[in-house]
Nanobody
Framework: QLTESGGGSVQTGGSLRLSCAAS????????MGWFRQAPGKDREFVAA????????YYADSVKGRFTISRDNDKSAVYLQMNSLKPEDTAVYYC?????????????WGQGTQVTVSP
């Protein structure tokens, strides 16, 4: 089970930190990712991290602004989002067991809403 938290409403230029808590799984052996879905749009890749934290990958749209991290002792993955823009408004999902391709993931959280106002 994956449970996201930390969403909310901020103004342009603000920051938020999303958290995803994992339970009932071998978290330390799973790659983890973050995706987002804006109203009327497909779910899209945001960031991913290898199971051991040694490799990360970001969508071009968030590179330099967002940072993915994980704490395997706490079975948690995080997404630090800085310099937020209105186009970052979406429901953000964490996912486990895949890499960049959305179809590669086997587990999903319920999502947390992020709203960025102009």
């Amino acid at each position: 089970q994956l449970t996201e938290s930390g969403g909310g409403s901020v103004q342009t230029g603000g920051s938020l930190r999303l958290s995803c808590a994992a339970s009932g799984r071998t978290f330390s052996r799973e790659n983890m990712g973050w995706f987002r879905q804006a109203p009327g749009k497909d779910r899209e890749f945001v960031a991913a991290m290898y199971f051991n934290g040694f490799r990360t990958y970001y969508a071009d749209s968030v590179k330099g602004r967002f940072t993915i991290s994980r704490d395997n002792d706490k079975s948690a993955v995080y997404l630090q989002m800085n310099s937020l823009k209105p186009e970052d408004t979406a429901v953000y999902y964490c996912a486990g067991g895949g890499w960049i391709n959305i179809r590669s993931y086997s587990s999903w959280g319920q999502g947390t809403q992020v709203t960025v106002s102009p």
